[in-house]
């Protein structure tokens, strides 16, 4: 069994994505051809975003934003404790402090209401993770970032073709940044990432901080970077966008099956109401977690933790952050443990999946299979 079965989703899609691939080496134009164009406007159209700018991965999409917002040295930007390390490292690498409020325990996503009191004079913007496939609260966040004049990044790389409110994820607020990392929902093979935004004065700003700042060619009016997402990736993505709304059915398709078959037995993550989920992982609350995720790798069931240690925590970041700082994410990083998940994942494995984990906790029957 596979944690997550790219090699099905290639075979699945493989004409389509063989002949964008051969387009590409047919014109030559791997740097900035033009299907760079068409994946921006088709991913801006899905969005809703009037501009989309992809970049060579979902690090350098929230490096860029942050760049054209002109954060620095000495300002503040509040984030999560709880998700990968490059939601923290974009900002130290601007010199500027990464601020961590503590999570909401139902939903492991940032708690906003926590947020207004670690807001200082020198905050510049809120960068929310929309972890495991789903927004955080984007509405009070969106609010509390009006009231003190913030900008707010979502950290979408995970959560591509999620809904919170009925608007599409990456279009949430000013700035929403995606990961086509090979794993995502929405994914390439090899790097690559989006920044969307309806606000045309800072697309412009990505767009020339992306090409080394360069306004026109060897023109370089702002510091830039080479953020650049290149031709092949782009046909790539472009390729697996024709099968999106179906994958997106089939993900929450697995994920009801799980639901179906761990209710009342195996706590979850909280998925409210007013959003979706894409299901980046399908992650479940144990107990006892190390233990039960050896069990499961004993019955050859694939599992991943996401994320064992919180980044207040991490050596290279602790200096931000005073230990004990944010408990919840602390004690969930203990707990959180994400089962295999994907489009082309069948109920008779998620029913295997189910019956390993159930032993594992002596929380229900062996026999999970769904007739």
């Given at each position: 069994?596979?944690?997550?079965?790219?090699?099905?989703?290639?075979?699945?899609?493989?004409?389509?994505?063989?002949?964008?691939?051969?387009?590409?080496?047919?014109?030559?134009?791997?740097?900035?051809?033009?299907?760079?164009?068409?994946?921006?406007?088709?991913?801006?159209?899905?969005?809703?975003?009037?501009?989309?700018?992809?970049?060579?991965?979902?690090?350098?999409?929230?490096?860029?934003?942050?760049?054209?917002?002109?954060?620095?040295?000495?300002?503040?930007?509040?984030?999560?404790?709880?998700?990968?390390?490059?939601?923290?490292?974009?900002?130290?690498?601007?010199?500027?402090?990464?601020?961590?409020?503590?999570?909401?325990?139902?939903?492991?996503?940032?708690?906003?209401?926590?947020?207004?009191?670690?807001?200082?004079?020198?905050?510049?913007?809120?960068?929310?993770?929309?972890?495991?496939?789903?927004?955080?609260?984007?509405?009070?966040?969106?609010?509390?970032?009006?009231?003190h004049g913030l900008s707010v990044i979502e950290d979408a790389a995970q959560s591509f073709g999620a809904t919170y409110g009925g608007k599409r994820s990456c279009n949430l607020s000013a700035i929403g940044c995606t990961s086509f990392f090979p794993?995502?929902?929405?994914?390439?093979?090899?790097?690559?990432?989006?920044?969307?935004?309806?606000?045309?004065?800072?697309?412009?700003?990505?767009?020339?901080?992306?090409?080394?700042?360069?306004?026109?060619?060897?023109?370089?009016?702002?510091?830039?970077?080479?953020?650049?997402?290149?031709?092949?990736?782009?046909?790539?993505?472009?390729?697996?966008?024709?099968?999106?709304?179906?994958?997106?059915?089939?993900?929450?398709?697995?994920?009801?099956?799980?639901?179906?078959?761990?209710?009342?037995?195996?706590?979850?993550?909280?998925?409210?109401?007013?959003?979706?989920?894409?299901?980046?992982?399908?992650?479940?609350?144990v107990d006892e977690r190390d233990r039960v995720r050896a069990a499961l790798h004993e019955a050859g069931i694939p599992t991943a933790v996401h994320y064992p240690v919180p980044m207040h925590l991490?050596?290279?970041?602790?200096?931000?952050?005073?230990?004990?700082?944010?408990?919840?994410?602390?004690?969930?990083?203990?707990?959180?443990?994400?089962?295999?998940?994907?489009?082309?994942?069948?109920?008779?494995?998620?029913?295997?999946?189910?019956?390993?984990?159930?032993?594992?906790?002596?929380?229900?029957?062996?026999?999970?299979?769904?007739?």
């Amino acid at each position: 069994m596979e944690f997550i079965d790219l090699k099905a989703q290639y075979q699945a899609g493989r004409e389509n994505i063989n002949a964008r691939i051969q387009a590409v080496l047919d014109h030559g134009q791997y740097i900035m051809g033009p299907e760079v164009d068409e994946l921006e406007a088709r991913l801006a159209a899905f969005t809703g975003a009037r501009h989309c700018i992809t970049v060579s991965s979902g690090t350098e999409a929230l490096l860029i934003s942050l760049m054209a917002l002109g954060v620095k040295a000495g300002d503040e930007v509040i984030t999560t404790p709880f998700s990968f390390i490059a939601t923290a490292e974009a900002i130290v690498l601007l010199g500027a402090t990464p601020v961590f409020v503590d999570i909401d325990p139902a939903t492991c996503n940032i708690d906003p209401t926590l947020i207004e009191e670690n807001i200082t004079q020198r905050t510049r913007a809120i960068m929310p993770v929309s972890l495991y496939g789903q927004p955080a609260d984007m509405e009070a966040i969106n609010a509390i970032a009006y009231r003190h004049g913030l900008s707010v990044i979502e950290d979408a790389a995970q959560s591509f073709g999620a809904t919170y409110g009925g608007k599409r994820s990456c279009n949430l607020s000013a700035i929403g940044c995606t990961s086509f990392f090979p794993s995502k929902p929405l994914g390439c093979y090899g790097d690559g990432g989006a920044i969307f935004t309806s606000d045309a004065g800072l697309a412009t700003a990505m767009r020339e901080i992306r090409v080394h700042g360069q306004s026109q060619r060897y023109v370089h009016t702002r510091i830039g970077v080479g953020g650049r997402m290149d031709t092949l990736q782009c046909a790539i993505v472009l390729a697996k966008l024709d099968n999106f709304d179906w994958e997106l059915k089939q993900r929450a398709r697995a994920a009801a099956s799980y639901d179906a078959l761990l209710s009342g037995k195996i706590g979850k993550v909280a998925r409210p109401r007013d959003r979706s989920s894409v299901f980046a992982q399908y992650t479940v609350v144990v107990d006892e977690r190390d233990r039960v995720r050896a069990a499961l790798h004993e019955a050859g069931i694939p599992t991943a933790v996401h994320y064992p240690v919180p980044m207040h925590l991490q050596p290279a970041y602790a200096r931000w952050s005073a230990p004990d700082s944010a408990p919840v994410a602390q004690a969930m990083a203990a707990r959180v443990l994400s089962l295999p998940m994907g489009p082309y994942l069948d109920d008779d494995s998620i029913g295997q999946v189910c019956a390993a984990l159930l032993r594992a906790t002596g929380s229900g029957a062996a026999s999970c299979r769904q007739d």
